[in-house]
């Protein structure tokens, strides 16, 4: 059984950055048939993908256009885990996120973690 | 403003059959497979329908999808208080390349 438990921070100054990490347990982060994914949703925005990485015999990886300047997505084999960092943040980037283990259907989901911008 | 459109409410009573429409276009839905979340309050959305019409293990049989075109549908038949929470469907976009989701439809059981 898959297990995704994400952490870190829930609150971030505006113009920060925000980095949160999602623990894989159950597959492997170098999986050829996984892609691990970044998911937010706020009242205002919904469920809104932000980006993946997944590893084809190389890494690759893919952002929303919404977050492609701020975002960076990088695995962790080490740990077995992937990350993500969101620069320049303001309080639109409110909202709760979701980590999700694709492809095809995100079938797995982290618990999610509230954050909120603000000074 | 989200990608997929999907009517903001559903209400039925226990027993009834209710359907959810999901509206997209030739990029997304068109193109690819849909899948359908539902969401219990303060939880992570968790998988109800794949590849259009396929029920993941533990979910019962009264919930169906469908899709035609450029637009899909969730049934929910045999309506319980239990299946009260917010329904998405999804599906990956090709222009975009991500995914792209339903902006919810929150169930009411009457």
């Known amino acids: 059984q898959v297990q995704l438990q994400q952490s870190g921070p829930g609150l971030v100054k505006p113009s920060q950055t925000l980095s949160l990490t999602c623990a894989i347990s159950?597959?492997?982060?170098?999986?050829?048939?996984?892609?691990w994914n970044w998911i937010r949703q706020s009242p205002s925005r919904g469920l809104e993908w932000l980006g993946r990485t997944y590893y084809r015999s190389k890494w690759y990886n893919g952002y929303a256009v919404s977050v492609k300047s701020r975002i960076t997505i990088n695995p962790d084999t080490s740990k077995n885990q992937f990350s993500l960092q969101l620069n320049s943040v303001t309080p639109e980037d409110t909202a709760v996120y979701y980590c999700?283990?694709?492809?095809?259907?995100?079938?797995?989901w982290g618990q999610g973690t509230l954050v909120t911008v603000s000074s | 403003q989200s990608v997929l459109t999907q009517p903001p409410s559903a209400s039925g009573t226990p027993g009834q059959r209710v359907t959810i429409s999901c509206s997209g276009s030739?990029?997304?839905?068109?193109?690819?497979?849909v899948n359908w979340y539902q969401q219990l309050p303060e939880t992570a959305p968790k998988l109800l329908i794949y590849s259009n019409n396929q029920r993941p293990s533990g979910v019962p049989d009264r919930f169906s999808g469908s899709k035609s075109g450029t637009s899909a549908s969730l049934a929910i038949s045999g309506l319980q208080s239990e299946d009260e929470a917010d329904y998405y469907c999804s599906a990956w976009d090709g222009s975009l390349n991500g995914w792209v989701f339903g902006g919810g439809t929150k169930l009411t059981v009457l």
């Open positions: 030739s990029s997304n839905i068109g193109r690819d497979n």
């Open positions: 999700a283990r694709g492809p095809g259907t995100l079938n797995y």
């Open positions: 159950g597959d492997s982060v170098s999986s050829n048939s996984a892609t």
